[in-house]
């Protein structure tokens, strides 16, 4: 990637500070009580208080005795590291684009600026349905299908066998989350039959200007939870929620780090919230990390979950289609954009109270519109 191009460089108030804090306190959980054949519902209590406390408190949490095979991980991981040591030519082969949105890429773009990173991602559904348009009107389904490099040659493999592993750690998760908000213990599992969730790895390559660029800018995850392996570089911050303090993640061998994602804040009427992170880069070091997005089905239709609304709290989003959410955010990915791409607080019920600037209002009312079903597809392209 050599020097810095202008595009990679954060505004001043968003560039990363080269000294930092390693984060005190982000909860270490161990998972085995949830494990064991014979539970003992005394540590399962303790363990369902840690995840809400760690829900409510930090965002954020890691797992320790989550049971994934360690030698699954090893060899996903030694497969990414083999896939981006390839040329260019051999990882723009299964390059993705606006039709084909699976696959390698090296030019993406959060909040506006590029990141430092070349990713590759993969649905674990195979085919993954979705919304054909972005018309919320238009009910057709459309399939993205998978892009499998031809070297290495075992990487659909053990990436195949490795997105089990996450789907089954993930939904053991939502059932510990679920039981902490109060919930049946499977009240989530319904959402999840047709599943949009996908895996990417990571690579952020040394940079020559640390303090100007970032592997991944400030962002919110928009689906439900992320789980991520990281390598023992380091680089995940997470901004505080006490202070909003960004501070940093130490790896810790073998552990998954768990992120709350924006669609638990709005299940769960924000009782949880999704918190902003990014990824620093440095000039020595190449990283890489593998994170496993968990999403529903395209026909999920995201509200909060009526069990956690009364007269007293009442619904804080209004429901949206998280197929065409996602859809719109797919196709975002391949333009610079010069407002913010769509979020969830588009649909908080709130939201318009907040407006203060002439251009966010002018971005919601359209994304208003476009959620009720009233702006056509091609101008519904160019608000994103």
Known sequence: MGEVDPAFIQDPEHRPKLCFSEAEGIPMIDLSPSREKEKDPSALDRLVKEIGSACKEWGFFQVINHGVPLDHRHKVEAAAREFFGESKEEKNKVRRDAVKVLGYYDTEHTKNVRDWKEVFDFS???????PASLDPHNQDVTHWH???????PYLREVCQEYAKDMVKLALELMELIALSLGLPQKRFHEFFKDQTSFIRLNHYPPCPSPHLALGVGRHKDSGVLTILAQDDVGGLEVKRKSDGEWVRVRPTPNAYIINVGDMIQVWSNEAYESVEHRVMVNSEKERFSIPFFLNPSHYTMVEP?????????????????WGKFLVTRKHSNFMKLDVENI????FKRSHMINLEHTKARQSFQRWEMFAIG???????NNIN
């Not at 674990?124 to 979705?130: D, F, G, H, Y």
């Not at 979020?343 to 588009?346: A, G, N, P, S, V």
């Open 305 to 321: 979950l009526e069990e956690l609304v009364n007269e007293n709290n009442p619904a804080k989003y209004k429901p949206y289609n």
């Open 124 to 130: 674990v559904e195979e085919p993954t349905l979705v």
């Open 374 to 380: 009233k702006i056509p597809e091609k101008y519904a």
């Open 343 to 346: 979020q969830i607080y588009h």
């Open 146 to 152: 998978n892009q499998w490099p031809h070297y290495p």
